[in-house]
């Protein structure tokens, strides 16, 4: 999560703050769906939780994901596991202090300085305890936002199901709230950020994540606004804060080049096969393929970015029914939309390694193969 206002630039820019329970940060669908959000959004501080990783592993997945800064919680034998990123431009971050289920940190500097608290309660109420946390926001004179995972509702229409009562768990929660005055933030997108089961018969989904905020914060930045995303590599949604949402300009077409993720379509060797001309000089036929090549990409491969985005705007459609009602079919059609969304990302993972060029792959050979024999 990132937010506006740590700089006499604030209003130049956009900052988002990202919050998953990613359920194990060394999952390669994880990879590839935190990818796709920290390119679909500007992202400038992410929270992640239940990272189930530590030491040097946790060390590499975070400068993987791209951030400048981290501090972490490290799970303790695959259990648990806090990670705060944050990118350098937010300016000065100072973590103030943090205990297995919290991180409190203080960003910016001056009039536009506030307080983050990013949080993972214990999935056991025996092992959760609020009494730390009043401490923390207790203490906090600023303004201040506390985000993440509580593992626990306060109102009954914030579960599907139930026997019509609230647990002690979520009475207790309630009463925290009201105690330290805290404002939650509400949302934008589906009704819960937590679910489980694949059959209409064992369903359940419940709003477990959040962000709440004190009454400076709310006046302060009266435009911010929280989006609860499509539920995608995880049983937890990501939730996105924006606090200065701005436009966003189309990005410019690229040159035509070969596409190493066209090699993983069923249909493309044969499309090659089919279409280079033996008979023509290569550098004619290779013209030649390139015209082909650009309608087969529109009409048949697709861009993959509105390949993407269409997939995504079908699961979200998807899943905002399986918020009113759960059906065997709405499950299964989600589970189908879900796993051809995970190819496209694999697709889209190999055009970055072709772009980024980070380490040489065996796509790059392959990218060149198919011509070799054919000329």
Same mark, same amino acid.
């Given at each position: ?52 990783? #530590? /030491?040097?592993?946790?060390? $590499? ?10 501090? @972490?919680? +490290?799970? &303790? ?111 934008? #997108? /589906?009704?819960?950020?937590? $679910? ?10 419940? @709003?477990? +994540?959040? &962000? ?164």
């Amino acid at each position: 999560m990132g937010f506006p206002g740590f700089s006499k630039r604030f209003k130049d820019y956009y900052h988002g703050l990202h919050l998953l329970n990613c359920r194990g940060a060394n999952k390669p669908n994880f990879r590839r769906s935190i990818r796709y959000l920290l390119k679909k959004s500007e992202v400038d501080v992410l929270a992640l939780f239940e990272t189930h990783a #530590g /030491g040097e592993k946790a060390g $590499r997945i975070c400068q993987k994901l791209g951030f400048d800064n981290s501090f @972490r919680i +490290d799970a &303790v034998r695959q259990s648990g596991g806090i990670w705060l990123l944050w990118r350098s431009k937010v300016g000065v971050v100072e973590i103030l202090e943090s205990s297995h289920q919290f991180i409190h940190a203080r960003v910016g500097e001056g009039s536009d300085r506030f307080h983050l608290v990013v949080v993972y309660a214990a999935p056991t109420t025996s092992r959760r305890s609020w009494d730390q946390l009043s401490g923390v926001v207790e203490s906090i004179v600023e303004p201040v936002f506390v985000g993440g995972d509580f593992n626990t509702i306060v109102r009954l229409d914030e579960r599907t199901g139930g026997n019509g009562r609230l647990s002690q768990d979520s009475l207790a929660f309630g009463e925290w709230i009201n105690e330290l005055s805290l404002i939650d933030m509400g949302f934008k #997108g /589906g009704r819960f950020t937590w $679910r489980r089961g694949r059959t209409q018969s064992n369903f359940i989904a419940k @709003r477990l +994540d959040r &962000v709440f905020c004190n009454a400076q914060s709310r006046l302060k930045w009266q435009e911010a606004v929280v989006l609860h995303l499509p539920f995608l590599s995880s049983d937890h949604v990501p939730v996105y804060m924006q606090i200065n949402p701005k436009s966003r300009s189309n990005p410019r077409r690229r040159p035509f080049r070969f596409e190493a993720a066209w090699l993983s379509h069923e249909g493309f060797k044969d499309l090659l096969s089919a279409s280079w001309d033996p008979n023509m000089s290569t550098p004619d036929a290779l013209q030649g393929l390139q015209h082909k090549l650009r309608k087969w990409n529109r009409e048949v491969f697709g861009n993959i970015h509105v390949r993407k985005e269409k997939l995504m705007g079908e699961i979200k459609g998807i899943q905002d029914l399986l918020m009113v009602t759960q059906t065997d079919a709405l499950l299964a059609k989600e589970e189908e939309l879900l796993a051809e969304f995970e190819i496209i990302l694999e697709q889209e993972e190999t055009l970055w390694f072709q772009k980024s060029r980070e380490k040489f792959i065996a796509l790059g050979d392959r990218n060149t193969s198919f011509f070799i024999r054919r000329q």
